[in-house]
């Protein structure tokens, strides 16, 4: 797999120039782009859109365009705000610019539109009547939020109460929908105001009377739930995604000043995926563009986004709403042969007239850089089987050919499960595969087995789950001991806990071997010792004990070097990840209600991806065609295409925006869905560099014989619907029946050994403290428990963020603000007794009151607060935040003090000025300050909160600033290596939070 994206020529990576000043000459921007990327790039002032077709660098353009505007003076950093959608997406291009404006400070505001909406409703809270800590739900959670509150809604026949919950996803999507749409509560009901009144006058004895009253009853109902929904989030200081960026509308709308503000700040603006933007997002960036410095990038043909609101028109309209827009095509395409797309080209002119191309009168013909390559192969079989069989020997007699490796091979589906025979016939060949970003966390075995455990610690009579975990690793109680356990339980009305400890304590019991009889007694015994353990601990801590100490399954797994067990740890640490989001919203952390809320997060579909394995996998790539955008393979396989799953069948929301509420009114209708579906498959083909094959069978298991997908026909221009299928010989069917287990060829692990590597204070730091340490944390992400001096750290901090934005906004905070805050952020987790838990907060308390004392004497001014910054320095990008910079007025230039907050407890200001000249963290923002500033910083100082304020100050010497280069060499040189063997010492040992999991520990 490789993202599209140019490499860059090695003169970018060099330094040139003074520190502090930007090392690119526009010039050197420039040099390796097209006559119309290099347009696009260079382009004044006004509004730009620039149509990209795949594979044309679209992305390159963006990140370049941002460069050279800071190249050529035409803005400082922060004055640029680039908007992406995905998290992935904004990662991507701020690491691209942090290449080219390496400032050491990259102060442009690069980010998805709900980060950035975020951040300024943060900013702004108090305006909206919002605490500035508000909570953003997931989705699940809004479910579980309206679920909870279903009957504070004025609802009727969108509530039946033999069915309440029936129609609670249709309320979420459509209240989401509104939102999208720009419909705000009051508009809602204005309209379905307006219907009312329209109604007076129709008559209810005729058909159509009364259908007309009935919709402006419904649409009345669910105009004043909306209102409602809105109402109980804000009083709940909860906001749902949609709700972003719809505050952030109704903040700028209601408030010209901060709107004022906002637009004096960002002078040019620029979107990448225009297509995949909303209407709201479009209003949001006709408000925030003054100046009309807006650059959209983005293919009209690439929109596929719809069920996330995604609103083509935008696109279609962008010089609607900008006539003078200057248009910039990119038709050159740097991926793929010109077969494959001529062939794509040829399949999306069906979508004409509603195209660019032809609203704007421009070619969108793609001209490949690349070979003439062959046309796409359609192959159709007689059966699904045969169908997968065939792509999977396809791959194999190819990679053996053609000395390829798996990795250059793609199957893409349509939806996560046409997946599975695929995969079974990979399976059958032995042929690695990674299944990417597939949900179903829940049904992983080590998770199901583990909530088995939670399930029943919360309910012991809850049968079928302690059936499950018996049955599990690490009990692994024999199937027909727990038939015959289960079967007396129910036989004599008994509960199977009761029957498994008469079973323990029974030799020959139901004829259950001693063997089985001993782990039957090992389940009974973990089991005992964490029921008492239930009612105390929170969901965490029970969960941590339980597999670190009971189990010793977070160790096992941690240690072993098997893929499939570093697959399996990630699982577990995303299920913590799960348990602590409970945390944070449970009202009472005790594993009932954990059991509840989940309940509540599966019934509400949640499912979340399966960790992410960190190992470099020489596998065939399965996935959909939604996950494979801004990806491409040599080979890809794009299969299942029928009729009837490819274009899938059109369903309309089951309750629908009505139309006069919806500005993008192309939306509804099945011809725009096809047209929908027609950009996805389009999409799919141009993930193809080499070959592309397109799959289809006559037998799907169903009634009737399938015909190939009418898009197959489209394009490749021929009629496929009566092709003969394929026919695969008798034996090669019965064969993959054979049951077989999946290929034991062991991925190799990861280590980023040539290019870029993103480093942290963090990773260096744990790395050369161990790099065992550092694999347990960065590489496998082994889950542990949070030590209540993280807990105390991260309240205190969330308070002093709080006082110093507020600071830096000219706004200041009370010492009752900042204790809420501080309590607000509390979690009753990893102290050692609830009176430990008692005198911890209460220290916290005194210490924000020191805090605060000081501030109001200090005459320090944070000059930047949470700044970020990124550096390059020998092919290694240092990524950091600063807590807090002050610059005070003197001597020009102004002294520049870095300030960093501790609560580790130092209480002399000998040891803080030796804690201060020692820290790693702060030898390596002094480099990025250097970086930023041109000159060293005057001091580096921490600040420990113990609870009294000590602060400890060093002034930074050359000394100080070549440790900081030599530590980012010889971690950088580590992890490159995959060096990863433990380097035990004792302090480190002492202090590591993984000692309890760590063969290697020393314990003196
Ligand atoms: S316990 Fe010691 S040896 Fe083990 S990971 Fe931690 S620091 Fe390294």
Redesign the pocket.
Known sequence: MRKGRRSLPFSFYLRCGTPGSPILLSMDLLSDLNPRQRDAVTFGEGPLLIVAGVGTGKTTVATRRIAWLIAEKKALPGEILALTFTDRAAAEMEERVDLLVPYGYVEAQIGTFHSFCDRVLRENAILLGLPPDYRILSEAEQAIFLKDHLFDLPLKRFRPLGNPMRHLHALLSLFSRAKDEDVTPAEYLAYAERLRQETRTAHSHTEEGRLRIEEARAQQELAEAYAVYQRLLGTHGFVDFADLIALALRLFREHAAVLARYRERYTYILVDEFQDTNYAQFELLKLLASRRNLTVCGDDDQSIYRFRGAAISNILGFQAAYSDAHLVVLDRNYRSTQAILDSAYRLIQHNNPDRLEVRSQISKRLHTSCAAGRPPQHLHFETLGEECDAVAEAIARRRADESRRWDEFAILVRSNAQAQPFLRSLDLLRIPWRFSGSRGLYDQEEIRSTLAFLRVLADPRDTMSLHCLAASCPYDVPADALAAATGLARRQNKGLLHVLRVAAKTPGFLDIPEEGRERIARLLCDLDAMLPLSTREGTGELLYRYLATRTGMIEQLSNSQSPQDAQRIQNLAKLFAVVERFAHVARYDRVGWFVEYLDALIEAGDNPAVGDAPWDEDAVHVLTIHQAKGLEYPIVFLVALIAGRFPSPHRRDPIPLPDALIKDLASGSADFHRQEERRLFYVAMTRAREDLYLTSALDYGGKRPRKPSLFVSEALDVDVSRQLPQRRSAASRIVRHATMDRPVEAPRPSAPAEGLLTLSHRTIDDYL??P??YR?IHVLRVPIRRHHAVVYGNAIHQAIRLHNVSRIAGRETSLADLEAIFRKHWQAEGFLTPEHEAMRLEEGLRALAAFYAYEQVDPGRPAHIERRFSLLTNGVRLVGVFDRIDLRPGPTPAEGTIIDYKTSDVRTEERAAKRAQESLQLALYAVAFRQLFGRAPDAIELRFLTPDVVIGRAVPSERLFARAAASIERAAAGIRAGAFA????YR??RH?A??PI?P???AE
Do not use: D, G, V
């Open positions: 403290t161990c065992l340490k347990y433990a380097s035990p010492a480190a040992c590591c993984y000692a760590c290697e520990r020393r």
